[in-house]
């Protein structure tokens, strides 16, 4: 018998997050400097968050005797105990997978057989051994090159480099994710890491895989988005679990405000547009056949809001008369020739009345003021720039525009 499970090209609406934008602004991007992560407590990194959440004895064992057997000058071939059926070694299949975005050339599809109270599984391969052993070496060199370069700062800063160089080195593949059929390395890693093209999958796995090595717990979890298969992460950050969708903060350059958006969000942020499939273990074999999505292994709850994207890269205003914090960010990212900057709203306000207080009463004209006054006029911003409200996240993000 033969157990497949296809990964379909998934969803890139990358714009569809109730952002609205108008002219006039003011924009800021301070660094809170009381956040800082103690890395030292996450150095035990968990890399088998899938394993962990099998419930089925036979799945997990079927899942360490592949694990043994994964060589890449063959394809493994291992049998096990007991009757095992395709919903069993899908889960076994699928959380190696999950666990091990390392094993790029693993693939979706098995064959089985049952006979005298044992299963044997064969396993597939993308390549033959001689190319694995060559994008091997090419895979392993990148994964060096970009941590020779990891910073030395906390964990979110690291996240940070990851998200970025995955999203500056990698484009979405819109041909791959029009069919289902693989037909590249599209749908792992290797796709977005050596390849430089990848779905939603490949984004994912290659978050995950970078960040593990970095010494931050990761996993990658699966749903829809407008009924289309997706898959998005999520990442231990300060001892609590945040969603990111790498795919979605790459904008392609066509619209770089809304970059990060889908950085390290809550549960209620993130399943606004994204849906969440259901787990393995809520499952069973019979109602595994009407799943039309991919499911899912371990999904934490994120509830944390402290090392959001922009709540800690951005100050956040509740007191539109006291914000020198603004007008000194906003010099500094003067200073630093940034394209955006961003305010964030205190979620305890009302955000409508303070957009339109800082908007149409001064507010920012004059920290766009000040802050040239704070850097001598040098550089000197114009008093005047494009804003982008992002009313989901309580956010307005400017478009810096520079005098000299």
């Known amino acids: 018998m033969t157990c497949a499970v296809a990964f379909f090209g998934c969803s890139c609406s990358l714009f569809g997050n109730n952002s609205s934008s108008a002219a006039y602004g003011s924009d800021d991007s301070s660094n809170n ?19 962990d959440s099998l419930t089925d004895d036979c799945a997990k064992e079927l899942y360490k005797e592949l694990a043994d057997s994964i060589d890449p000058s063959r394809a493994p071939t291992v049998t096990v105990s007991g009757l095992l059926d395709e ?20 693939t979706n599809e098995s064959k089985y057989y049952v006979k005298d109270n044992s299963t044997t599984v064969e396993f597939e391969y993308s390549m033959a051994p001689s190319e694995i052993l060559t994008a091997k070496d090419k895979f392993e060199n990148k994964i060096d090159n970009i941590l020779h370069d990891l910073p030395e700062g906390n964990d979110f800063e690291k996240e940070e480099y990851i998200n970025n160089c995955i999203i500056d080195n990698c484009k979405y593949d819109d041909a791959a994710a029009e069919t289902n059929e693989i037909k590249g390395n599209e749908n792992d890693a290797y796709g977005a890491l ?11 796995r290659a978050f995950q ?16 988005v407008d009924n289309t298969n997706h898959a998005w992460n999520c990442v231990k950050i300060g001892g609590e679990w945040y969603q990111i969708d790498v795919t979605w903060n790459d904008t392609d350059g066509e619209k770089d405000y809304l970059q990060n958006d889908y950085f390290n969000l809550t549960d209620s942020l993130m399943l606004e547009d994204h849906t969440l499939s259901p787990k393995y273990s809520d499952v069973d074999a019979q109602s595994f056949q009407n799943v039309e999505s991919w499911c899912n ?6 509830t944390a809001e402290k090392y959001s994207y922009f709540n800690y890269k951005y100050p956040t205003v509740s007191d539109l008369d006291n914000a020198d914090d603004v007008v000194e960010a906003l010099a500094k990212s003067a200073k630093n020739g940034d394209k955006y ?28 003021s000040k802050a040239n006054e704070v850097n001598s006029n040098s ?17 307005l993000t400017l478009e810096l525009e520079y005098m000299n």
């Not at 550089?379 to 956010?395: E, F, G, H, I, S």
Request: aromatic share 14%.
């Open 379 to 395: 550089p000197m911003l114009a008093q005047t720039c494009y804003a982008v409200r992002k009313d989901n996240l309580n956010v």
């Open 194 to 204: 050596v390849d430089g093209n990848a779905v939603c999958e490949g984004y994912s």
């Open 209 to 224: 895989l970078l960040c593990n090595k970095a010494n931050i717990d990761c996993v990658m979890v699966s749903g829809t």
């Open 87 to 106: 919903f069993q070694i899908t889960q076994a299949l699928q959380a190696y997978k999950n666990d091990h975005p390392e094993t790029f050339w693993l």
């Open 341 to 368: 900057f961003s305010i964030v709203v205190d979620k305890n306000t009302d955000f409508e009345y303070m957009y339109d207080e800082m908007m149409n009463d001064g507010y920012l004209y004059d920290w766009l």
């Open 33 to 51: 400097s009381d956040s800082d992560i103690d890395s030292s407590e996450h150095n035990n990194v968990k890399t088998d968050y899938a394993y």
């Open 297 to 302: 292994f371990y999904v934490p709850k994120c």
